[in-house]
Structure formats: C-alpha cells, structure tokens
C-alpha cells in the first residue's frame, strides 16, 4: 500500500504542475462557452431573408400574410402575372413570385392544388416550410369560418388536455412536464459526466503507461516495486487530478451563476426603458419558475443521488482504467491502441445511447438490462438515479460492477506484468490471452 500510495502522489503532483494542465483546466469553461457561442453565431451567419412576389387571385391572404425577419410578402396586381413571371429570371432583390388561383366553392383543395411558388435561385428549405406553415394557417382560419366556428371555439378546440398523476406508492414523486424535464436534464448531464470522465482520463492513463513504456523509466520503475502496484498508482493518481480539475469547474460553474444571477436582479432594476422594458423581462418570470425547479430538485433523494454517482463513477472509471492501463502496456505505440480502445469505448458508447430510452421509460427492460450489466452500468445507472430506482436493483447493479472490477483489475495486472517489459512484439488477441491464463 505504502508504494500504491508513493507512485499515486508522484503521478497526481506531475500531472498538475503541468503548465498545460492549469491553463486548460483554466480555460476549459471559457472554451466550451465560446464554442457554443460560435456555433450559434454560424447558424445566425447563415440565416438569409427572402423577398417574394405575391399574385392572390383568391383574395383570403391578403393582410393575413405577415412579413417577419427572414420572409417578407409583396402583393402586386393580377394583371402583372405574366409580365412578372417572364422577367422573374433577371430580377434582383425578389427570390420568387407566389401565385394563388381563385377559390370557387369554398374548394380548398383546388387552392392548395393550383398555388405554385416560382423561385429564381435555390431558398433555404427552412424558407419552404415558413411559406408552407403560413399558408397553412390562413387556410386552417378559412375552414372554420366556413364552418361557422367562433373564435373562443377555436380556441376551446386547441386546449390541451391537462392529465393530474400521482404516485401512490411514491407520495413525494412529481410526474407533471416540467418534473420530468428537469429529472431528464439532470440524469443527461451526469451521464455524460461520467461519460467524457472514463474517456478522457483512461486514455491519459494509457498514455502515460506508454510514454514510461517506451523511455525505457518503467524497466527502472519495475525494479522497485510490483507491476499491480505501480499499475494501481497510475489509476488513482489520474483519478485524483481528474477529481482536481471537476472540482475546479464546479466551483466556477457555481460561482457563474451566483454572478449571472446577481447581474440579472440589477438588470431588472437598472435596465433602459423605463418600466416597460421591465416588466417584459419579469414576463418570463424566472424567479416562479426557479423556485419551481428547487421544490423538485428537493424532493428527490439527493443523499441515494450522490452516493450511487460516486460508486458508479469511481468504480466505472477503475474498471475501464484498467482496461486501458493493460492496453497501454501491450502495445509499443497509439497506432497500434486503436484495436484494443474499441473494447473500451463500444461498451460505454451503448450505454450513454442507450440511456436515451430510459428518459421514456426509466422502469423499461433495456434501461435494467443496461444498469445491471457491469460493462453499461456505470453510465446507464447513473442516467436512471434522477427518475427513482429500486433498492435492489441498485445493489445488485453495484455487487456485479464491484465483483467486474476487481476481477478486471486481476486480468489487467497480468497482462500489464508481462506486456510492460515487452518491446517490439505487436501483441494480438491471441498473445493476451496466453498472459492472460499464464
């Protein structure tokens, strides 16, 4: 234990006393704003506005076309059909010409049959659809006129129906639209958490058993201590630089929203405009619905929560770190991990993907199936803790994944022992599995 505990220190003071280390850990949060905010940017860069000709023979869309940001509608006389349509081609400024028959005998079929948009250059297919919805809605509108159906009718008829559920075997479960977004966004974030965590630092982990591997330090390293322990010192000192850096990031994550929220009260007091701009952004009414999210957020069980995310997370991790510690180990370079990390990375990838249905059915056969299988467990359980989760299922889960673990260490330890020291040999499946009952 004494030398676990020596090589575990050395691996977690290296890693971060890294100049590289503090400024991404630094960094990192700004990057990942920065990108989102660039890729909103592109899709706004993209966005184009469109101009078209309007020639409405039916006589039902005039003033009910409305222009917004990205379409605008001109109408213009029946008489310019042709002489608009013949010069369509050499028009700069207008995209297409939109041309509605005549509507006889309230046949709205016929209308829809016989409207035609002619365009002089490629529009957006997003473009398509707004033209698509716009007609659509005016025509909807028409149809019930001819019905005779008021307003509040139609009003009436689009009412959703609001259904009141209760679980009665969970009295604090709240099972309404924005209970399940929230346990939804919730279980999303620490699946991936754990996700990107196993990824990322195993493959830190076999990268550093390689660089030591190839500078020939391990053959210096060996002499001292056994291959498990120096192995077991790698993980947990990874472990703990990863551990480092998420509690940095939380704890800029937290302060962030404190600031946001501060900034926000001021706003509100400070903002141009005087009262009116006010109470547009109060309309939102993000204090009711804060509020809202922390009754739910309190009535789950965060104790169960945390506890099942940091066993799963811990034990996930050790389990596919030894994985990548014994492939680091039996090979000379990166190139040749690529036929090994498939092992490593299919099992975690069918997790997260499949933990995508347990958002819809959290109590279903695939989301069990995954959460108990130990190689799926550590990002399906997780995913599954927000929506409520037997006990014993739970404890199940967690004797297989502990009982995975260590035997996965065992067969890591044995490959690590002998790949460790073995150069130039391209180990193949074949070659494992003699270390492997060796």
Same mark, same amino acid.
């Given at each position: 234990m004494k030398n676990i505990f020596l090589i575990t220190k050395?691996?977690?003071?290296?890693?971060?006393?890294?100049?590289?280390?503090?400024i991404l850990t630094l960094l990192a949060p700004i990057l990942m704003i920065g990108f989102g905010?660039?890729?909103?940017?592109?899709?706004?860069?993209?966005?184009?506005?469109?101009?078209?000709?309007?020639?409405d023979k039916s006589g039902i869309f005039v003033g009910q076309l409305k222009n917004d940001k990205n379409i605008k509608y001109v109408f213009v006389p029946q008489e310019n059909e042709r002489a608009l349509t013949e010069t369509l081609k050499d028009m700069t400024g207008i995209e297409g010409l939109l041309m509605i028959p005549e509507l006889r005998n309230n046949n709205f079929d016929e209308l829809e049959k016989g409207s035609k948009l002619l365009i002089n250059k490629?529009?957006?297919?997003?473009?398509?659809?707004?033209?698509?919805?716009?007609?659509?809605?005016?025509?909807?509108?028409?149809?019930?006129?001819t019905l005779g159906i008021s307003e509040s009718q139609i009003k009436d008829l689009d009412k959703n129906f609001e259904l009141y559920t209760k679980n009665i075997v969970d009295?604090?479960?709240?099972?309404?639209?924005?209970?399940f977004g929230v346990k939804s966004g919730l279980s999303m974030v620490l699946m991936y958490a754990v996700f990107m965590f196993i990824i990322i630092y195993g493959v830190?982990?076999?990268? +550093?058993?390689?660089?030591?591997?190839? =500078?020939?330090?391990?053959? /210096?390293?060996?002499?001292? #201590?056994?291959?498990f322990e120096l192995m077991m010192g790698k993980i947990l000192g990874v472990t703990?630089?990863?551990?480092?850096?998420?509690?940095?990031?939380?704890?800029?994550?937290?302060?962030?929203?404190?600031?946001?929220?501060?900034?926000?009260?001021?706003?509100?007091?400070?903002?141009?405009g005087g009262e009116q701009s006010a109470e547009m952004i109060q309309k939102f009414d993000f204090k009711q619905m804060a509020g809202e999210? +922390?009754?739910?957020?309190?009535?789950? =069980?965060?104790?169960?929560? /945390?506890?099942?995310?940091? #066993?799963?997370?811990?034990?996930?991790?050790?389990?596919y770190s030894s994985m990548y510690a014994a492939i680091g180990?039996?090979?000379?370079?990166?190139?040749?991990?690529?036929?090994?990390?498939?092992?490593?990375?299919?099992?975690?990838m069918l997790g997260m993907y499949g933990s995508f249905t347990i958002m819809n059915n959290p109590e279903g056969p695939l989301g069990f199936w995954l959460s108990i299988i130990p190689f799926t467990s550590p990002v399906a359980m997780i995913a599954r803790i927000p929506f409520g989760v037997p006990l014993w299922e739970i404890a199940l889960s967690m004797i297989l994944l502990i009982v995975s673990t260590l035997l996965m260490i065992y067969i890591a330890a044995k490959v690590y022992r002998v790949g460790i020291l073995m150069y130039g040999n391209k180990a193949s499946m074949k070659e494992l599995w003699k270390w492997i009952r060796s």
């Amino acid at each position: 234990m004494k030398n676990i505990f020596l090589i575990t220190k050395r691996e977690y003071l290296t890693q971060v006393k890294k100049k590289s280390f503090v400024i991404l850990t630094l960094l990192a949060p700004i990057l990942m704003i920065g990108f989102g905010a660039l890729i909103a940017f592109m899709f706004k860069a993209n966005e184009s506005s469109s101009t078209f000709n309007v020639i409405d023979k039916s006589g039902i869309f005039v003033g009910q076309l409305k222009n917004d940001k990205n379409i605008k509608y001109v109408f213009v006389p029946q008489e310019n059909e042709r002489a608009l349509t013949e010069t369509l081609k050499d028009m700069t400024g207008i995209e297409g010409l939109l041309m509605i028959p005549e509507l006889r005998n309230n046949n709205f079929d016929e209308l829809e049959k016989g409207s035609k948009l002619l365009i002089n250059k490629k529009i957006g297919f997003d473009t398509k659809l707004s033209v698509i919805a716009d007609l659509s809605r005016i025509i909807k509108k028409e149809k019930i006129k001819t019905l005779g159906i008021s307003e509040s009718q139609i009003k009436d008829l689009d009412k959703n129906f609001e259904l009141y559920t209760k679980n009665i075997v969970d009295e604090k479960s709240t099972d309404n639209d924005l209970s399940f977004g929230v346990k939804s966004g919730l279980s999303m974030v620490l699946m991936y958490a754990v996700f990107m965590f196993i990824i990322i630092y195993g493959v830190r982990v076999m990268r +550093s058993v390689l660089e030591e591997k190839n =500078n020939r330090v391990v053959e /210096i390293i060996i002499s001292s #201590v056994k291959p498990f322990e120096l192995m077991m010192g790698k993980i947990l000192g990874v472990t703990l630089v990863a551990l480092t850096q998420f509690s940095i990031w939380i704890t800029m994550a937290v302060l962030g929203a404190i600031t946001l929220n501060t900034g926000f009260s001021a706003m509100q007091n400070q903002i141009p405009g005087g009262e009116q701009s006010a109470e547009m952004i109060q309309k939102f009414d993000f204090k009711q619905m804060a509020g809202e999210v +922390s009754h739910i957020l309190l009535d789950m =069980n965060f104790p169960l929560i /945390i506890f099942v995310f940091i #066993v799963f997370f811990l034990l996930g991790y050790i389990f596919y770190s030894s994985m990548y510690a014994a492939i680091g180990s039996a090979v000379d370079n990166e190139t040749e991990t690529q036929q090994f990390t498939l092992f490593a990375i299919i099992p975690l990838m069918l997790g997260m993907y499949g933990s995508f249905t347990i958002m819809n059915n959290p109590e279903g056969p695939l989301g069990f199936w995954l959460s108990i299988i130990p190689f799926t467990s550590p990002v399906a359980m997780i995913a599954r803790i927000p929506f409520g989760v037997p006990l014993w299922e739970i404890a199940l889960s967690m004797i297989l994944l502990i009982v995975s673990t260590l035997l996965m260490i065992y067969i890591a330890a044995k490959v690590y022992r002998v790949g460790i020291l073995m150069y130039g040999n391209k180990a193949s499946m074949k070659e494992l599995w003699k270390w492997i009952r060796s």
